[in-house]
């Protein structure tokens, strides 16, 4: 029953979760009978805030700010912060909602939350990005704890922002704690959370190709996004011997037949924070196809031959025509970086052509579970190795695969992970509510 008709993106999100627990419904009444379904569709709190700042010109803006506080029956909410002109209420209830099911196939005790704001911080001044973090901080930190919600990065929110947001946090409540997640390392942060999100992408996908007997070796690659999560997934597929050939921002698509060059990418989007066209003053042999020229049906990126894709941009970006391009040049593999970059029908093309589908919930799920081992150095005042991370990143995410995979088998549907992720994760948090009572 639609009671936001507005809330598009939060509508498909619940629709493609309740579709695929169709089965434990059937024949597990207790989840009817406890209302498990009403009572996880609905947050158990949505903050929404003023977010007045003053821009270098002396002019005052007002931003639109949000926190979803979705569900609080495995651990304190933990989700990320996204600033993105396109940010609204139903953006963040649904990544609220899959961050529920993301987390609880972690295996870690954390509930799930999201939050952001409608800022761009496109060609705003460092100063500008400071005041309205401040601004936001002032707000948001009367509903947030190291005990209660944990907010993270996301799109448009890094280590300068969460940096920003620390010290008002700290200025406001006077107390140094992990409060926040994707901290500097100089103060509090977890050697790699900044890589999480990408490299647990590209182990899930070596774990899905591992049980089709086959690996990244020598595949060639198109990746989306240029931000924290497709630069990372990039660095990792050149670690296992695999080549991303593509790269896409908010203005177009990037492809580079020999390989794209990862440090020159990391210094056009971490450093000087400019377009990918930019590319091609370096490299006049790559190829850069600008939104406005993209196919109708889809995006420019999907359109190349590859053995591999892996969505790391943002929601809707991977369309049916995307998915039969993809699949009519041989693509074999899907792993989502992103959350719910693919198109409900676009996922239904996957499945029924029966390649290596990894949806987002876990394969993108290595980020917050990283986030979860920065709160555990944070409470016990330790700092792990890189390698003593990664080795757990790499384990969370092989357990994920598991998880999702012997829970596909036991319904009966060898190899659909998106049925097996929503249903391991759904059980996890749904028998904790029904644990925990009525509230
Ligand atoms: P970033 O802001 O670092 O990067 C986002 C990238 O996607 C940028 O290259 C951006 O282009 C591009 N992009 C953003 N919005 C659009 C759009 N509407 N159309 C086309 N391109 C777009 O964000 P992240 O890398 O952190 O996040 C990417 C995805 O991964 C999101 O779906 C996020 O929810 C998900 N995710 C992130 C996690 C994390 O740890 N960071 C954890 C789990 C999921 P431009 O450079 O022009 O801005």
Redesign the pocket.
Known sequence: KCSSPAQTEFYQAVEEVLSSLEPLLETNSRYQQQAIIQRIVEPERQIMFRVPWVDDNGNIQVNKGYRVEFNSALGPYKG?L?F?P?VNAGIVKF?GFEQIF?NALTGLPIGGGKGGANFNP?GRSDSEIMRFCQSFMSELYRHIGPNCDVP???????AREIGYMFGQYKRLTGRYEGVLT?KSLLWGGSLV?KE???YGTVYFAEYMLDERGDNLQGKRCLV????????YAMEKLYQLGATPIS?????GTLYHEGGIDLRLIKRL?EEQ?C??DEYLDIYPDAIHTP?ADYPKDGHAVWRYVADAAFP????N?LTLGDAQALLANGCQLVSE?????TTHEAVDAFLAAGIAYGP?KAA?????AT?QLEMAQNASMQTWTFEQVDLRLKQIMKNIFISASDTAKEFGQDGNLVLGANIAGFRRVADAMIEQGVV
Not at 152 to 158: L, P, R, T, Y
Not at 247 to 251: E, K, L, P, Q
Not at 364 to 368: P, R
């Open positions: 990320g996204r993105h396109s990544l993301k496109k993270a990065g996301d799109i448009g929110v890094g994707g959370r999480a999100t990408g989306s996004g240029a931000g924290n999560v497709a630069i790269c896409s921002d908010s203005a989007k924070r377009g990918l939104v790391c941009a943002t929601q970006e970086g992103a959350n719910m970059p987002g993108n799920a290595g980020g917050v986030s």
